[in-house]
């Protein structure tokens, strides 16, 4: 059975840091592209990094670029999302996401964990 289990996440104040992590079970992710999605309360999913089955492919929302960095472990099977400078509205339920396709597009993964919750007071 495939498994992405996220863990790491918490409640923080505005301008910590959080290390989400995700750790795949059942299969081998190495050649997968990965990504971190959020949903916050009434609002829909959205995509917030990618990164490229080698590594070397990181991609970042508008929101999040400069403070959120994706990372990869391919020998352990996670995958990493570095959250500095947290604010308010980085609150959300945070999905870590793999893709059957090499150069998938955010409509484009296929497996999906269950959800770490983050959330940032002011």
């Known amino acids: 059975q495939v498994q992405l289990v996220e863990s790491g996440g918490g409640l923080v104040q505005a301008g910590d840091s959080l290390r989400l992590s995700c750790a795949a079970s059942?299969?081998?992710?190495?050649?997968?592209?990965m990504g971190w999605f959020r949903q916050a309360p009434r609002k829909e999913r959205e995509f917030v990094a990618g990164?490229?089955?080698?590594?070397?492919?990181?991609y970042y929302a508008d929101s999040v670029k400069g403070r959120f960095t994706i990372s990869r472990d391919k020998v352990k099977n996670t995958v990493y999302l570095q959250m500095n400078s947290l604010k308010p509205e980085d609150t959300a339920v945070y999905y870590c996401?793999?893709?059957?396709?090499?150069?998938?597009?955010?409509?484009?993964?296929?497996?999906w964990g269950q959800g770490t919750q983050v959330t940032v007071s002011s």
């Open positions: 996401a793999a893709s059957s396709k090499l150069y998938p597009s955010t409509d484009d993964y296929d497996y």
């Open positions: 059942g299969r081998s992710f190495s050649s997968s592209p």
């Open positions: 990164i490229s089955w080698t590594g070397a492919g990181t």
